[in-house]
C-alpha cells in the first residue's frame, strides 16, 4: 500500500508555528542562529506535555523503573571510557569554491538542498576529513587542559555511571529500568528541517538493565512498547514504521537496533532508536573507575554485568511529528480551517471559554467557569471577535474543546461544548465540563 506524507512540506508547519506561538527563531531579531529555536507559550506546553506523557507511560505506570536527573556537565573520564572523545565523530566533506559543508553519508541530500557552488558553478568537495560532534567548554577560571569538559552528546552515560547508586539507595531488581530527560549537544556538521536536526536537543531515553540471554526477550518488548505509545496518542499508523539496522550500521557495542521511523515531508527519517546494547556501557566505566559495576542477586549469590535495551527518543523530533501529523487543511461551510488534531493529552490548552455576548452576566459566568477549569487543566479565555474567528484561533492551537455561554447558561446553568474533530455542538452542564476536564487530565 502506498503511503504519502501528511503534508508535501514543512511550510506550513513553520508558518503556524511562528503564527501561535510554537516555535521561533532563537535570536530573531538579531538576525537568527542557525539551529537554535525557542519554544513559544504554546509550544514550551505541547513539549512538556509529550514529556509527561512519556514519563507516565515509562515510569509513573510501571513498579520497575525508576528515573534520574543527571547533570549536563560530567567528569571528561566519562567521554574517555564511553568511547566518544576517541570516536564519536562523522566524516566531514567541504567545498573548495563555496565553503558549503556536509557529512559524507548525507553529501547527496546537502547538494539537492544546495545544487549549484558559487557562480552557478558545480561544487568540488575535498577528502574526508573527521569531525568530533562534542562541544568542549572548560570548568573552573582558567582555560587550559586540566579544565577542559564537554557538554554531554547523549543523556545514557549520566544513567550507567549512576548504576550502583541506584541499585543501592532504591528496591529495584533486575530486570529494571532507568529512565531520565534531559538537555544533549552535539556539534552536528548539518542542520536541516525546523527542529529535527539540532546542536541543542533534548531527549527522552531508558536504560533497562536485564539478565544476559534474556535481552533479545526484552528487546522485541520494546520496541513494541514504544511503537504502542504514538500508537495511543493518535499518530497515523501508516506513517510508522520499524527499520532494523544493517550489520554494518551497527555500533560496535550493539548486536541489534531498530528505528521507529515517521513519514516526514522529506521522506522516512529516524524518530526513535531500541538498541541492544549489551554489557558494553557497564564493563566500559568499571575499567575506567575502577569501580566494579555488578548487579547481585540476593536469592542466587550470583553477580554478573546486565545487559541492556536502550529506548531513546529526541523530543523535539518528536514535537515537530506530532505537529506534522496533526496538521489539516480543509473547508467547513465553504470556509477554509486549518487546524491541528493534537491527542487532547498533548494540547497546549485544552478547554476554550467564550462568552458570546459581553452583557447581561455572561462574561462574569465564562470567567467563574474558566478559573475552575484552571485549577483542574489548561485553558484559554477570549472574548474578542466573533464566535467563528474564535474557533479558527483554537482549531490552528489545537485546542480539543470550545466552551460557549450564552443567555440560556444564565438561566439553566448550560454550556455549548464544541468538539475540534467532529465539530459536533451540544449542550452539557458546567460541571459536566469540569469532569470532562478531569478526564484529560494537566
Known amino acids: ?60 505506570s510501571r513498579d520497575n523503573v525508576v528515573g534520574i536527573d543527571a547533570s549536563i556537565i560530567m567528569h571528561p573520564k566519562v567521554w574517555e571510557s564511553s568511547g566518544h572523545v576517541q570516536s564519536f565523530t562523522d566524516p566531514l566533506v567541504e567545498c573548495a569554491g563555496c565553503g558549503l559543508r556536509a557529512r559524507q553519508d548525507h553529501l547527496e541530500d546537502t547538494i539537492k538542498a544546495n545544487p549549484k557552488c558559487k557562480e552557478g558553478k558545480q561544487h568540488s568537495f575535498g577528502s574526508p576529513r573527521m569531525f568530533n560532534l562534542m562541544f568542549k567548554t572548560h570548568l573552573g577560571a582558567v582555560e587550559d587542559s586540566s579544565t577542559q569538559v564537554y557538554l554531554r552528546p547523549e543523556t545514557a552515560q549520566g544513567i550507567f555511571v549512576n548504576f550502583m547508586n541506584v541499585t543501592d539507595s532504591t528496591r529495584v531488581k533486575i530486570p529494571f529500568g532507568i529512565a531520565q530527560q534531559g538537555k544533549s549537544f552535539r556539534n552536528e556538521i548539518t542542520t536541516r528541517n525546523s527542529i529535527f536536526r539540532t546542536c541543542e536537543f533534548e531527549q527522552m531515553e531508558m536504560e533497562f538493565f536485564c539478565k544476559p540471554g534474556t535481552d533479545d526477550e526484552w528487546f522485541s518488548y520494546w520496541k513494541q512498547e514504544r511503537m504502542n505509545w504514538f ?69 542466587t549469590n550470583e553477580s554478573y554485568l546486565p545487559h541492556v535495551v536502550e529506548p531513546a527518543l529526541g523530543t523535539d523530533r518528536s514535537l515537530l511529528m506530532f505537529l506534522i501529523d496533526a496538521y489539516a487543511e ?63 484561533r483554537q482549531d ?7 466552551i460557549t455561554i450564552d443567555h440560556q447558561t444564565m438561566e439553566d446553568q448550560t454550556v455549548t461544548i464544541r468538539d475540534r474533530d467532529t465539530l459536533e455542538q451540544k449542550r452539557i452542564t458546567a460541571n459536566e465540563v469540569l469532569d470532562l476536564a478531569r478526564s484529560i487530565g494537566n
Request: hydrophobic share 35%; proline share 5%; aromatic share 12%.
Open 1 to 60: 500500500m502506498s503511503v504519502t506524507a501528511n503534508i508535501s512540506s514543512l511550510e506550513p508547519i513553520v508558518s503556524l508555528a511562528k503564527r501561535r506561538g510554537f516555535i521561533f527563531q532563537s535570536s530573531e531579531i538579531y538576525g537568527g542562529l542557525a539551529s537554535c529555536y525557542d519554544y513559544g507559550p504554546l509550544g514550551v506546553e505541547l513539549k512538556r506535555n509529550i514529556k509527561n506523557a512519556w514519563w507516565n507511560y515509562m515510569v509513573t
Open 231 to 299: 500508537y495511543e496518542l493518535g499518530v497515523t499508523k501508516e506513517r510508522l514504521r520499524f527499520r532494523d539496522h544493517d550489520k554494518d550500521e551497527l555500533a560496535h557495542y550493539s548486536k541489534a537496533c531498530t528505528d521507529v521511523e515517521y513519514l516526514f515531508p522529506f521522506g522516512w527519517s529516524e524518530l526513535e532508536g531500541i538498541a541492544c546494547r549489551g554489557n558494553y556501557d557497564l564493563t566500559q566505566h568499571s575499567q575506567g573507575s575502577g569501580k566494579k559495576l555488578l548487579w547481585r542477586d540476593q536469592v
Open 330 to 392: 480543509e473547508v467547513v461551510e465553504e470556509n477554509p480551517r486549518t487546524v491541528l488534531r493534537l491527542h487532547p493529552k498533548l494540547a497546549p490548552c485544552k478547554f476554550a471559554i467564550f462568552p458570546l455576548m459581553k452583557k447581561d452576566g455572561q462574561p462574569e459566568r465564562a470567567e467563574a467557569i474558566y478559573k475552575d477549569l484552571r485549577k483542574i487543566t489548561a485553558a484559554t479565555f477570549d472574548d474578542s471577535g466573533s464566535i467563528g474567528k474564535r474557533y479558527r
Open 396 to 402: 490552528e492551537a489545537g485546542t480539543p474543546y470550545c
